[in-house]
């Protein structure tokens, strides 16, 4: 299988003002991260290692680094803040690393929350369109795939409604009907999913399955450890911006629960 996906050493640090309220605290604060030393007014039960940086720069990643062949789902876990939903912006190419490369062969589809990708105002059917030419496909690839699209998300007589109307539900399934259908290498989930009802996560479920028989590469996000087990061909566990394991689904969702207990 042919590497689609490469992750080298991909750091991610936002520069964020956070002062305590007190400049003698401040000054303490900043004086210890200086010298490297840890941080006195840290609070107690607060972990040691320090997500900052004597710069007040917050690392939301540090050194991430993974390779992913055509047809794996890679399963993402972590608690929330290990910054999964920020790898998940880089990967999507919504926001650029502060550190590190990624290669990426061909086109990549992402559904990371309500809305992502969406025009308020523009009818369902407009959208379609919309995140189908984004994705770099003419509109007659787009028109082919159309009711294929319409039937999987079982909004046929609300397609020609602005999309600001929709309920959350409609919305994810627009939105995954969307990622699915239109042909990107890799596919790009977040736990966005677990807004829909049971019967269409089973439905989102079976499709993701399809693809990655179809030779497609997905990469799915879930707080759900039996979703990963059941349905993810690798995983990888971060943990406050850092990988805790990568590899064999087992081995990665030992190591979640193990550090999450």
Not at 79 to 93: D, F, V, Y
Not at 109 to 127: D, K, Q, Y
Not at 134 to 147: P, S, V, Y
Not at 225 to 252: P, R, Y
Request: overall charge positive; charged content about 25%.
């Amino acid at each position: 299988m042919r590497t689609v996906l490469r992750v080298e050493k991909v750091s991610k640090a936002y520069k964020i003002s956070r002062g305590t309220g007190s400049l003698r605290q401040d000054f303490q604060s900043f004086w210890a991260r200086l010298r490297g030393k840890e941080d006195p007014n840290t609070p107690i039960g607060s972990p040691a290692k320090s997500r900052w940086d004597a710069e007040q720069h917050f690392w939301a990643l540090r050194d991430v680094t993974f390779d992913l062949k055509e047809g794996q789902i890679l399963g993402i876990l972590g608690h929330n803040g290990a910054g999964k939903s920020t790898l998940l912006k880089i990967l999507s190419r919504i926001t650029a690393p502060t550190e590190g490369v990624i290669k990426i062969k061909g086109r990549i589809a992402s559904l990371l929350e309500i809305g992502t990708g969406f025009h308020p105002e523009l009818s369902g059917r407009e959208n379609v369109f919309l995140n189908g030419s984004i994705l770099g496909m003419t509109r007659r690839e787009i028109r082919a795939k159309f009711d294929e699209i319409v039937n999987f998300a079982e909004i046929a007589d609300f397609i020609d409604i602005p999309v600001k109307r929709y309920s959350s539900g409609m919305y994810v399934r627009l939105a995954f009907a969307v990622a699915a259908h239109l042909d990107a290498e890799t596919m790009i989930v977040d736990e966005v999913l677990a807004v829909g009802d049971e019967r269409f996560q089973k439905k989102c479920i079976a499709k993701m399955d399809s693809l990655r028989h179809n030779g497609r590469t997905l990469i799915l996000v879930s707080h759900s450890t039996d979703t990963v087990k059941n349905l993810c061909t690798i995983a990888l566990c971060l943990k406050a911006g850092e990988m805790v394991s990568f590899g064999a689904v087992d081995k990665v969702v030992k190591a979640y629960r193990d550090y999450a207990s």
